[in-house]
């Protein structure tokens, strides 16, 4: 029997995703000829054209469910389907993970009943709030010698037991087993702590959720994959909700997924699948593209032969393989390869910057042109690059530039402002922190010049030069010297006028700083009179009244202040919950402090939705690791590849979860071998590398410096194609 579902196999770039997107109109141009028949037949007349089709359609296909393997590539795939089809076509477009979330809330009841649980909304954990409550709960049992023995500090033992459940139920193991798969991967290492150790506490911590009614990643999975899919009664659901289903890149997939296409195309589903044997960004952390694999035993292959037309794959692929591979074989890259050397890093960034700068300045190539590429990128090394184009006016865009919302000025100012208006958190303010917040909150929008050349500029630089202060930081300091009172409980700022020669200060500073402390006092007031619902609310209050301002705000700064906004909303949401559960005997402003300490640990960023802007797409040159450009799967004409001779390029730009490897369906619980990383990362390097090849079309350049930013020497895997490079550019050259 020919199946009717379809199996698309290429690389990147060969056109997986458009021959989806085609196989789901060919669907419908089938599926409109069948049900105009089955109309005919049922009801004795013809199809009219007063008749819209989809009502036709919907008699016979409820839907379908169209997958991605991220957020990105599900809005622009579902973008894609809804224009091939003119919009009436019911499509739904998820994420795996986000079709797992959304089907255990909405059948929530059902695993209510058949659980036991107690009949509550369920709210779902965000990772760090999930961190924090595990950590709260494991304390007693994770002692130091459970530190020592496990190498880590806490927030790193804590994270990787977590990671464990994730994994798990990704797998489609229940948490019962963990610790079975662990004993037979660990084996005889006495380095590690016990097997049956971790699996109580995440038994522990499964149960305590489940009480609660809180929904992390790993707990939705397993309920999903254990208890859902098992289900008669969703099964029926299910089935009837879709009758096709399509997935783009099921290489980067977790195996649970294969149990959803199963069960779909076991009920009558059809199917059509995109798998790139040169992808797999996610493996190692939760995806199983060995596994998906064998969904194309159940379908049609088609096989999308040849590298992409523009692209440098078939002239570089297999030299700069046999290279890396086999490093005493003498080959020469040809010219479309060049290579950056330098001694330090502080060269090479700076040399890097000025090539590109160079090119674009000379007309080679365009800024949306340009991509630079490294295995990870620190501070210093997207400071400098961004620094030194945005000064030659050339926009850099940071691909999901997750930094933590401490390192906003303005997300610390709004933290001051809350230990300044609610008691008892006056030992989390001193006056620095004073003096900054109120640099921030005396800022004025001011309007943007009117010449052409002004108007043209889009970098964030240029945004922030519009801002003025009427407190400027020498000011700021000064009133935070002699004005700012530190009390543990009731810190507080006295008028201007203490200071003896305050006349110093300035009439816009004096007004500015006077407004910003009666605005301070009308909130304590209004604080203890209880007319402040929530701190959320003080938060809103203070962005409308001293940063929004009816202003245009920097976008990186409207993205840290709503996802202040919704994280805040998140943990008052998660601690009303806990409160209702089990009330606790603490202060009044416990939970403000927890926040703010939270927030000053750095564990949450800024990563505002959407992350695309609306409109044409920002002619900014990109700046991404390596796993972060694979996965938004752009391509440019000129390719940087940062710190070639970095070590981590064998590592893919992302670290692999603890304990991954025993969680794969075809090597379940066998040991992972110093012999099985080597061939893991010579697999996802050659992966890397033909994937990279494909989403370039004009030039690479292999830009290493010897030296690392501490001072050792960098001998990385692609040091061999650095030394093949016939065209190099020196400090000496570019002097």
């Known amino acids: 029997m020919v199946s009717h579902s379809v199996w698309i196999v290429g690389t990147s770039r060969s056109g997986k995703t458009a021959r989806l997107v085609e196989q789901f109109c060919n669907w419908v141009t089938s599926e409109k000829q069948y049900t105009e028949s089955f109309y005919t037949k049922k009801t004795g007349r013809k199809k009219t054209g007063d008749v819209p089709e989809f009502l036709y359609l919907k008699q016979t296909e409820p839907g379908v469910l169209v997958l991605a393997a991220n957020d990105d590539n599900r809005r622009e795939l579902g973008d894609i389907i809804v224009t091939s089809t003119l919009g009436k076509?019911?499509?739904?477009?998820?994420?795996?993970?986000?079709?797992?979330?959304?089907?255990?809330?909405?059948?929530w009841p059902l695993l209510i009943n058949s659980l036991n649980l107690k009949a509550q909304f369920p709210v779902r954990l965000r990772p760090e709030t999930e961190q924090e409550l595990a950590t709260k709960l494991w304390r007693p049992q994770l002692d130091e010698e459970i530190l020592r023995l496990a190498g880590v500090n806490e927030s790193r033992l804590v994270r990787r037991i977590l990671d464990l459940l994730q994994l798990a139920a990704y797998s489609g193991i229940p948490c019962e087993n963990i610790a079975q798969i662990l004993s037979k991967g660990f084996g005889e290492n006495a380095t590690t702590l016990e097997p049956e150790f971790l699996a109580s506490l995440l038994l522990d911590w499964r149960n305590w959720c489940l009480e609660r009614g809180l929904l992390t990643y790993g707990i939705i999975t397993e309920l999903y994959s254990q208890h859902l899919l098992s289900d008669r009664n969703y099964q029926q659901h299910l089935t009837k909700r879709y009758q096709a289903v399509l997935a783009d890149d099921v290489d980067d997939y977790p195996s649970v997924a294969r149990l959803l296409f199963e069960l779909l195309l076991d009920r009558g589903a059809v199917g059509a699948f995109s798998y790139n044997p040169d992808g797999a960004v996610r493996l190692g952390l939760g995806a199983d593209p060995n596994y998906l694999e064998g969904l194309a035993e159940r379908c049609r292959v088609e096989i999308l032969n040849g590298p992409p037309p523009e692209s440098l794959s078939e002239q570089l692929t297999k030299q700069m393989v046999e290279l890396v591979t086999s490093p005493m074989v003498l080959l020469s890259l040809p010219k479309t390869v060049h290579s950056i050397q330098t001694t330090s890093r502080a060269q090479l960034l700076r040399q890097t910057a000025e090539v590109i700068a160079n090119a674009i300045q000379s007309q080679q190539v365009q800024p949306e042109e340009v991509a630079i590429i490294a295995p990870g990128l620190d501070a210093i090394a997207r400071y400098t690059l961004v620094e030194i184009l945005v000064k030659q006016n050339i926009p850099v865009e940071s691909l999901n530039d997750q930094r933590p919302l401490i390192s906003s000025p303005v997300i610390r100012a709004l933290l001051t402002m809350l230990a300044l208006v609610y008691p008892g958190l006056g030992r989390l303010v001193d006056r620095d922190a004073v003096a900054e917040m109120l640099v921030v909150l005396s800022r004025k929008q001011q309007p943007p010049e009117n010449s052409t050349d002004a108007m043209n500029r889009v970098s964030t630089t240029d945004a922030m030069n519009r801002v003025s202060t009427n407190i400027d930081p020498v000011r700021a300091g000064l009133i935070a010297d002699y004005c700012f009172v530190p009390h543990p409980d009731r810190p507080n700022l006295l008028p201007v006028s203490a200071f003896e020669?305050?006349?110093?200060?300035?009439?816009?500073?004096?007004?500015?700083?006077?407004e910003i402390l009666q605005w301070l006092e009308q909130q304590r007031s209004q604080q203890e009179l209880r007319l402040i619902p929530s701190p959320i609310s003080l938060l809103d209050r203070a962005i409308q009244r001293f940063l929004w301002n009816g202003s245009n705000l920097p976008y990186e700064q409207l993205a840290a202040l709503r996802e202040l906004l919704e994280t805040a909303q998140h943990y008052w949401e998660i601690d009303t919950r806990l409160r209702q559960i089990a009330p606790v005997e603490t202060t009044p402003h416990t939970t403000i402090i927890e926040f703010i300490q939270l927030l000053r640990r750095g564990t949450i960023t800024a990563n505002a939705y959407p992350v695309r802007p609306i409109g044409g797409a920002r002619k900014a040159v990109t700046l991404a690791t390596i796993f972060q450009y694979r996965s938004s799967r752009r391509s440019h004409q000129w390719h940087f590849w940062l710190d070639a001779g970095s070590p981590l390029w064998a590592k893919g730009g992302a670290?692999?979860?603890?304990?991954?490897?025993?969680?794969?369906?075809?090597?379940?619980?066998?040991?992972?071998?110093?012999?099985?990383?080597?061939?893991?990362?010579?697999?996802?390097?050659?992966?890397?590398?033909?994937?990279?090849l494909s989403r370039v079309s004009e030039r690479v350049y292999l830009c290493h410096s010897d030296l690392a930013v501490n001072g050792q020497e960098q001998i990385g895997p692609l040091l061999p194609l650095v030394n093949a490079c016939v065209t190099v550019i020196s400090e000496s050259t570019v002097n």
């Open 89 to 107: 076509y019911p499509v739904r477009a998820k994420t795996p993970l986000g079709f797992f979330q959304d089907e255990v809330i909405l059948f």
């Open 501 to 514: 020669r305050w006349d110093r200060i300035g009439y816009a500073a004096t007004t500015a700083y006077s």
């Open 655 to 692: 670290a692999t979860l603890f304990g991954a490897p025993f969680f794969l369906r075809d090597r379940l619980g066998e040991p992972w071998t110093a012999e099985d990383e080597k061939l893991a990362e010579e697999q996802r390097l050659q992966r890397i590398l033909t994937d990279l």
